[in-house]
T-cell receptor, first 113, second 109 residues
Framework: DTGVSQNPRHKITKRGQNVTFRCDPI?????LYWYRQTLGQGPEFLTY????????KSRLLSDRFSAERPKGSFSTLEIQRTEQGDSAMYLC???????????FGAGSRLTVL | AQRVTQPEKLLSVFKGAPVELKCNYS??????LFWYVQYSRQRLQLLLR??SRESIKGFTADLNKGETSFHLKKPFAQEEDSAMYYC???????????FGQGTELSVKP
């Protein structure tokens, strides 16, 4: 097990395009989290899953953002009609329920031109 | 509302000097607090959690419920301690970790 894996590591896109990020958590972890981090800020919570159920979504997650975890394993985060303000590092993390210690991936950096 | 505040964006010290990175929190429940660290070009990783009450890499942090603080301390800073440090609160009702804005620690030779 190599930890939490995120792909792609860096995505450059033009405004208005759709992008999708993938996260593969640690296999025995049933919770999966998405965070967003911009320069000079701490990670901001976006959403999390317990198995395949999406339990909470932040108000930061506009209608253009959607996350799925269809089989309770990997997750995808899709951003539709990207805007320059979406440029950020998107972090994925996973944990066991009740463990409360999150293990983070290396992140996917989005640059919207 | 749940909130974590790290008042210093940058803390610069010389090698061998004591270090204290401040963290204050706002939470009506029983807090579970963490310090995460991000070294240059590495991923965010757990440094320590308050319930463990252990020292990691010479760092300690004590939860002070009266002052709602969880400051990170090290008596003698090393150059390899230079990194971004994030204080975080686990919000049980929401099942999520809430982060502060982070403090960059720079240890000069």
């Amino acid at each position: 097990d190599t930890g939490v894996s995120q792909n792609p590591r860096h995505k450059i896109t033009k405004r208005g395009q759709n992008v999708t990020f993938r996260c593969d958590p640690i296999s025995e972890h049933n919770r999966l989290y998405w965070y967003r981090q911009t320069l000079g800020q701490g990670p901001e919570f976006l959403t999390y899953f317990q198995n395949e159920a999406q339990l909470e979504k932040s108000r930061l997650l506009s209608d253009r953002f959607s996350a799925e975890r269809p089989k309770g394993s990997f997750s995808t985060l899709e951003i539709q009609r990207t805007e320059q303000g979406d440029s950020a590092m998107y972090l994925c993390a996973s944990s066991r329920t009740g463990a409360n210690v999150l293990t983070f991936g290396a992140g996917s950096r989005l640059t919207v031109l | 509302a749940q909130r974590v505040t790290q008042p210093e964006k940058l803390l610069s010290v010389f090698k061998g000097a004591p270090v204290e990175l401040k963290c204050n929190y706002s939470y009506s429940g029983s807090p579970e607090l963490f310090w995460y660290v991000q070294y240059s070009r590495q991923r965010l990783q757990l440094l320590l959690r308050h319930i463990s009450r252990e020292s990691i890499k010479g760092f300690t942090a004590d939860l002070n419920k009266g002052e709602t603080s969880f400051h990170l301390k090290k008596p003698f800073a090393q150059e390899e301690d230079s990194a971004m440090y994030y204080c975080a609160l686990f919000y049980n009702q929401g099942g999520k970790l809430i982060f502060g804005q982070g403090t960059e620690l720079s240890v000069k030779p």
